[in-house]
């Protein structure tokens, strides 16, 4: 069992950084594909981004393409998503996610752990 916890969000402005973390415990995420993904209210939750363990190839939804990125620490066991150039439209809750196979960006109901959530605000 893998617990996912999630921290660094918070309330910024338009145009601003955030750096999300993704801390796991009870097993190391090596091997694992990691994946963020994002809930605004009243909205499915969508993909945002993904990294594979197999190959380390980064996945990125269209709407965050050239402003986030995702990385993983050399211990395995952090998960970062770093945020620039906020927009609005970036508010929402954003998770963390882990899946067996090693390929990162799968459908959202195949992830086997998900973590709590930690909140983004971006006013204008």
């Known amino acids: 069992q893998v617990q996912l916890t999630e921290s660094g969000g918070g309330l910024v402005q338009a145009g601003d950084s955030l750096r999300l973390s993704c801390e796991a415990s009870?097993?190391?995420?090596?091997?694992?594909?990691l994946a963020w993904f994002r809930q605004a209210p009243g909205k499915e939750r969508e993909f945002v981004a993904a990294v594979s363990y197999s190959s380390g190839r980064t996945y990125y939804a269209d709407s965050v393409k050239g402003r986030f990125a995702i990385s993983r620490d050399a211990s395995e066991n952090t998960l970062y998503l770093q945020m620039n150039d906020l927009k609005p439209e970036d508010t929402a809750t954003y998770y963390c996610?882990?899946?067996?196979?090693?390929?990162?960006?799968?459908?959202?109901?195949?992830?086997?752990?998900w973590g709590q959530g930690t909140q983004v605000t971006v006013s204008s």
């Open positions: 996610t882990a899946e067996l196979t090693g390929t990162g960006w799968v459908p959202v109901g195949e992830y086997d752990f």
């Open positions: 009870g097993r190391t995420l090596r091997r694992y594909g």
